[in-house]
């Protein structure tokens, strides 16, 4: 089963509106992080937010939030405000501990297309 | 934040000939990432370290290898290039301390093998 699901292969905003892209995620692990970057046409993957398992609060980092569900499994990023500059894929990724084990690594989705609209 | 650099940048190449892309970082970040990524897919792990002297292979197959002699230095290496290598390669790495779960990426290389 995939680990991570992007379900909107491209998304269409409006300059200024506020836009959701969503993310799924399936773990048994207990303590796991979600995360949240953002690739431009140049190639380099952008970390955007963080959010861990035991967070009470949703993660906020200026114009980014993540709408993080635990009981749906789910970790929506919220961008406010959308930017012409914000036009790039979007990938959601988790690290689990991975049955138990140390474990670092990263398992991103698809992503998601965003394009801005002037 | 990470400062990961990565070389070159674009390599272009023919069938066959053996190349190395350079991956490094100067903060002394135990554990490193490389990552295979066709345009517009998603990213797959393709070789991790966790220190020097340790590496180990990720979830997608690769023929590549690389190295951990030294901590800031994580090199790529391809014996003998072939078209279906062609792909951008992602380096990355974990801070120490606070936000050591995230990790930070280089600008990557994108590989092309005529």
């Known amino acids: 089963a995939q680990k991570i699901t992007q379900t909107q292969p491209g998304m269409f905003v409006q300059e200024k509106e506020a836009v959701t892209l969503d993310c799924t995620y399936d773990t048994s692990d207990p303590s796991y992080g979600l995360f949240w970057y953002k690739q431009p046409s140049s190639g380099e993957m952008i970390f955007l937010i963080y959010?861990?398992?035991?967070?009470?609060q949703n993660a906020t980092e200026g114009r980014y939030s993540l709408n993080f569900q635990k009981a749906r499994k789910s970790a929506n990023l919220v961008i406010s405000a959308s930017q012409l500059g914000d036009s790039a894929m979007y990938f959601c990724a988790m690290r689990d501990s991975n049955s138990g084990g140390s474990n670092y690594k990263l398992t991103f989705g698809k992503g998601t297309l965003l394009t801005v609209n002037p | 934040e990470a400062d990961i650099y990565q070389t070159p940048r674009y390599l272009v190449i023919g069938t066959g000939k053996k190349i190395t892309l350079e991956c490094s970082q100067t903060m002394g970040h135990d554990k490193m990432y490389w990552y295979q990524q066709d345009p517009g897919m998603e990213l797959h792990l393709i070789h991790y370290s966790y220190g020097v002297n340790s590496t180990e292979k990720g979830d997608l197959s690769s023929e590549s290898t690389v190295s951990r002699i030294r901590t800031e230095h994580f090199p790529l290496t391809l014996e003998s290039a072939r078209p279906s290598h062609t792909s951008q390669y992602l380096c990355?790495?974990?801070?120490?301390?606070?936000?050591?779960?995230?990790?930070?990426f280089g600008p990557g290389t994108r590989l092309t093998v005529l």
């Open positions: 959010q861990g398992s035991y967070d009470q």
């Open positions: 990355a790495s974990n801070p120490r301390g606070a936000g050591a779960d995230t990790q930070y």
